[in-house]
């Protein structure tokens, strides 16, 4: 089993950052994308940034410029860098591994979400 610990929500001003984290733990050797998922009060969960086994990397169109998703493969730890909020981003925010113990045993894992508002 692999459990996901996210941390750095919180309640900021608009223009200011955020830094979330995402840490897997458990019987894991083997990771596929890492990514950021969003869910805002009435809407259905979207992507926000992904990045793939490969190091490829992709954004939701209302985030490219202002956010980062990076990882660290060493800790199984996956970052957003989150400049420049807007209400608009107001949203609970989930974080989802692909991982398992071997690469064929892979499933995905989402975290418990981490509230991030934007609101002055």
């Known amino acids: 089993q692999v459990q996901l610990v996210e941390s750095g929500g919180g309640l900021v001003q608009p223009g200011e950052s955020l830094r979330l984290s995402c840490a897997a733990s458990?019987?894991?050797?083997?990771?596929?994308?890492m990514g950021w998922y969003r869910q805002a009060p009435g809407l259905q969960r979207e992507l926000v940034a992904i990045?793939?086994?490969?190091?490829?990397?992709d954004y939701a169109e209302s985030v490219k410029g202002r956010f980062t998703i990076s990882r660290d493969a060493a800790k199984n730890t996956v970052y957003l860098q989150m400049n420049s909020l807007k209400p608009e981003d107001t949203a609970v925010y989930y974080c989802?591994?692909?991982?398992?113990?071997?690469?064929?045993?892979?499933?995905?894992?989402w975290g418990q979400g981490t509230q991030v508002t934007v609101s002055s």
């Open positions: 989802k591994v692909n991982a398992g113990a071997s690469w064929w045993s892979r499933s995905d894992y």
């Open positions: 458990g019987r894991i050797s083997s990771v596929g994308a």
């Open positions: 990045i793939n086994r490969g190091d490829s990397i």
